[in-house]
């Protein structure tokens, strides 16, 4: 069955990186998009950014443009989405979706998230 | 790319239909028929419920159902139940390769 596994929960200082990564099972990783969606508390959904496994190619929100990058490691089935220069509006829960309509945000499949505390 | 725009909370009793709307502009929602609705549980991920405007992903009941006019499009729940109650957020395709959600809704199931 179609599986994504992500790295557990973190606290970083404001101005430091992130990276969390997202391992997937149970499907052809090259048929599929990988979306990142993130979700502080309270608050509602937020559309990151994408990686084509196929080739590796991204696309990221305006927002984050420069800030953040989507990698691919198809040998290890995996994803990562690292963040640079945090801050504490970057606290929230990131999340890793397969897309199954093109680039669009559609997806069917989800990691459990990974919660990213960034405090001083 | 602004968020699209839903309402903060609807509400219903069990039984009866809802509607959520989702308004976006000329180069998202009005453009593509790639609109979709997501439930999220507390404590959840977010769950596919409707795409491309009005398909429904296997599993999902025939109780939920979506449409599209101009810039907003919809999410019609009938005879609601006490475990649809979750909050729900609409997206769309806005142009090259990127993609925008709605505010989100909190249904309440009175």
């Known amino acids: 069955q179609v599986q994504l596994v992500q790295s557990g929960a973190e606290v970083k200082r404001p101005g430091a990186s992130l990276k969390v990564s997202c391992t997937a099972s149970?499907?052809?990783?090259?048929?599929?998009?990988i979306h990142w969606v993130r979700q502080a508390p309270g608050q509602g959904l937020e559309w990151m950014g994408l990686?084509?496994?196929?080739?590796?190619?991204?696309t990221y929100a305006q927002k984050f443009q420069g800030r953040v990058t989507v990698t691919s490691d198809t040998s290890a089935s995996s994803f990562y989405m690292e963040l640079r220069s945090l801050r504490s509006e970057d606290t929230a829960v990131y999340y890793c979706a397969r897309g199954i309509v093109d680039t669009a945000m559609v997806t069917d499949h989800w990691g459990q998230g990974t919660l990213v505390t960034v405090s001083s | 790319q602004s968020a699209l725009t839903q309402p903060a909370a609807v509400s219903g009793s069990p039984g009866q239909s809802i509607t959520i709307s989702c308004t976006g502009t000329s180069g998202d929602v009005g453009k593509y028929n790639l609109v979709s609705w997501y439930q999220q549980h507390p404590g959840k991920a977010p769950k596919l419920m409707i795409y491309?405007?009005?398909k429904r992903p296997a599993g999902v009941s025939n109780r939920f159902s979506g449409s599209k006019s101009g810039n907003t499009a919809s999410l019609t729940i009938s005879g609601l139940q006490t475990d649809d109650e979750a909050d729900y957020y609409c997206c769309s395709y806005a142009g090259s390769d990127t993609s925008v959600f709605g505010g989100g809704t909190k249904l309440t199931v009175l």
């Open positions: 491309e405007g009005s």
């Open positions: 149970g499907y052809t990783l090259s048929s599929h998009y």
């Open positions: 990686i084509n496994p196929s080739g590796g190619r991204t």
